[in-house]
């Protein structure tokens, strides 16, 4: 693991730590698969998974594997905490949480989530080409490309604006 890439995602550090503290706490055991520096661990979470920096913390049974598409969009979310390091859990994380709490139906269609899927998909086919396989032996994951922008979206970045704005209050007074 680079350094910098550490300090560059510290919040999401902070956070994983606070994770395995509370895995600790509950005496939950658990298992860690490895796959593109990204790490799966079986945390027993009851409905999907969560992605903090290298971390994909998910249900019982969760593995690293490149031909799950679950898996690989979770890896989509830790793509992004690399791509936004401090502006990840701002951006996406919150948003996200609140998208699945408030609206779960729709929640794969959040741009977010759609480019999640995207970035997991152009890593696979990067990768797939780069084993000399041919287009069409691509790993099609069915996953989501289309984002649909609507009210909700409008409602779940309001409270990063409201945290933004009262960071901007706090230091200029
Ligand atoms: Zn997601």
Redesign the pocket.
């Known amino acids: 693991m680079h350094i910098l890439l550490i300090f560059w995602q510290l919040s999401q550090w902070i956070a994983i730590g606070f994770v395995f503290l509370g895995l600790k706490v509950m005496r939950r055991s658990y298992t860690i698969t490895r796959l593109f520096n990204t790490y799966a661990v079986d945390a027993g979470i009851k409905k999907g998974a969560f992605s903090l920096g290298p971390f994909i913390f998910g249900p019982m049974s969760f593995t690293a594997d490149e031909k799950s598409a679950f898996f690989m969009?979770e890896f989509g979310?830790s793509l992004q905490s690399r791509l936004l390091g401090p502006f990840y859990l701002p951006i996406i994380g919150l948003p996200?949480l609140l998208s699945a709490a408030l609206f779960p139906k729709e929640h794969n269609e959040r741009w977010f989530?759609v480019w999640?899927n995207r970035l997991a998909i152009s890593f696979s086919d990067t990768l797939q080409l780069d084993n000399n396989r041919s287009k069409h032996d691509k790993l099609d994951y069915g996953l989501n490309t289309k984002s649909s922008f609507s009210w909700k979206d409008i409602v779940l970045v309001t409270p990063t604006v409201l945290l933004v704005v009262l960071l901007f209050w706090i230091t200029a007074n």
């Open positions: 969009h979310h996200s989530e999640a």
